[in-house]
Each structure stands twice: as structure tokens, then as C-alpha cells.
Nanobody, 119 residues
Framework: QVQLVESGGGLVQAGGSLRLSCAAS????????MGWFRQAPGKEREFVALITWTDSFRNYADSVKGRFTISRDNAKNTVYLQMNSLKPEDTAVYHCATKPLGQSQYKYWGQGTQVTVSS
């Protein structure tokens, strides 16, 4: 059974940095696109970033461009999200998700890790 486990969240002051990790297990992830999403209290879940299997394409939400960097280590089945210059509005639960090759929807989701940015 596929499992995604996020880690690295925490409390940080505005302007600080955090690095999130998402470790995947229980399956074969060749060709999978990995993404990060976030959900703040009372708000809809929103897209943050994605990276394709070969790292040929990365995409970011406008709100995080220039501050966040997504990367992956396929040998470790792990995707990362380096978050710099954090703002209070980045406060949310961050989830990673994986989209199998050829599918349009993200199929597997992690439980999430809390990121809180204080002003």
C-alpha cells in the first residue's frame, strides 16, 4: 500500500526558512509526478508546487515563486520543498501527493505537516 509521510514542519518567524520532506513507500514510483499542496484553516486546499519524474518540469503557485523550491531524490523516493522568506500567509498544513504516469489526478496523499509562520 502506497504511503506518503511528510516531515519538517514547525513554527518559524517571518523571513525564516523550513525544508519539508515527503517520503513515499509501498509502491513503484517510476514516472510519477510529485506535488505539494497546502490548506489553511477555513480555506480551500491550494496547489503549491510540482515536479515531474525526470525533473524536466517544475511549476509553482504565483504566491510562492522565487521563495519556494521543489526537488526530488528518486533513489530515496523522496520529494522536498525548500521554503525561504516565509510569510504569515504561508501558515497551513502542507500535504504531498503523487500522480501516476498518464493520470490527470493526484492519487495518493500524505497526512500533512503543519507549518506556522509568526509575524
Amino acid at each position: 500500500q502506497v504511503q506518503l509521510v511528510e516531515s519538517g514542519g514547525g513554527l518559524v518567524q517571518a523571513g525564516g526558512s523550513l525544508r519539508l520532506s515527503c517520503a513515499a513507500s509501498g509502491g513503484t514510483f517510476s514516472g510519477y509526478t510529485m506535488g505539494w499542496f497546502r490548506q489553511a484553516p477555513g480555506k480551500e486546499r491550494e496547489f503549491v508546487a510540482l515536479i515531474t519524474w525526470t525533473d524536466s518540469f517544475r511549476n509553482y503557485a504565483d504566491s510562492v515563486k522565487g521563495r519556494f523550491t521543489i526537488s526530488r531524490d528518486n533513489a530515496k523516493n523522496t520529494v522536498y520543498l525548500q521554503m525561504n522568506s516565509l510569510k504569515p500567509e504561508d501558515t497551513a498544513v502542507y500535504h504531498c501527493a503523487t500522480k501516476p504516469l498518464g493520470q490527470s489526478q493526484y492519487k495518493y496523499w500524505g497526512q500533512g505537516t503543519q507549518v506556522t509562520v509568526s509575524s
